[in-house]
């Protein structure tokens, strides 16, 4: 049961950005930003405020006129040491964080050693430093009876019902296998399309981070080929 508390059948289930769905069109989300305490800068055609502690510049991408994605840069750029600082201090921001999770790796996966050359990596090997992490199912959009029709859908396609109600030892392991292969599969399907992510970017010999939150229901799928 400690699985159906993060499984949702999550329909239009978005991004959010501050609390803010990524959504909608491009003049509304500007609004939206300039209630949470953006200042639009019109030059750049993007927002200047403060982020998790640091000042950042908030940019909005959009197709078909619908917003898919906040970019969020910071303002100021660092050396090399306090980059490493920055990416591995929000990578243990993010896994200690319970409204986000990783499918297919841990936060060691992305941590950045003390010896690592960033420099050399990615000038000379083109190496990404970048870390992915999903936002977890709205509570309010669950739909905990598809997904147990959905498990007990699995379980059948194995066992009789009789074997479900009064299973062996082996029976119950296997059961017990299918149920967290299932559950993987529910909980991918519900966040697939709610992905954030940073990397380290790079300019002139200085680095910034750059983050994504993106709403892939609205990102562009070849529709327009």
Not at 48 to 59: I, M, P, T
Not at 143 to 161: C, G, M, S, Y
Not at 185 to 206: L, P, Q, R
Request: aromatic share 14%; glycine share 4%.
């Amino acid at each position: 049961m400690m699985f159906f508390s993060l499984m949702a059948n999550a329909q239009k289930d978005v991004t959010k950005f501050l609390g803010i769905p990524v959504d909608g069109y491009k003049a509304e989300m500007k609004k939206k930003l300039v209630d949470k305490g953006f200042t639009y800068n019109a030059r750049n055609d993007c927002f200047q405020g403060e982020f998790n502690g640091y000042d950042v510049n908030v940019y909005i991408a959009t197709n078909n006129n619908k917003v898919w994605r906040i970019m969020v840069c910071d303002a100021h750029s660092c050396g090399e040491g306090d980059i490493k600082i920055r990416f591995n201090h929000l990578c243990s921001q993010f896994s200690r964080n319970k409204n986000y999770f990783h499918m297919d790796s841990v936060e060691k996966d992305f941590i950045i050693s003390e010896n690592e050359n960033i420099s050399y990596e990615m000038t000379i090997n083109n190496k990404r430093y970048q870390a992915s992490y999903y936002q977890a199912p709205d509570p309010e959009k669950m739909d905990t009876l598809v997904i147990q029709n959905r498990i007990k859908d699995a379980l059948l396609k194995e066992f009789t019902q009789e074997q479900i109600d009064n299973p062996t030892e082996k029976q119950a392991e296997e059961m017990r296998q299918i149920l967290a292969k299932e559950t993987t599969n529910v909980i991918y399907e519900a966040v697939k399309n709610k992905s954030v992510w940073f990397m380290i970017t790079e300019n002139y010999g200085k680095y910034y981070i750059s983050m994504f939150y993106d709403n892939e229901y609205n990102h562009s799928d070849g529709e327009d080929l």
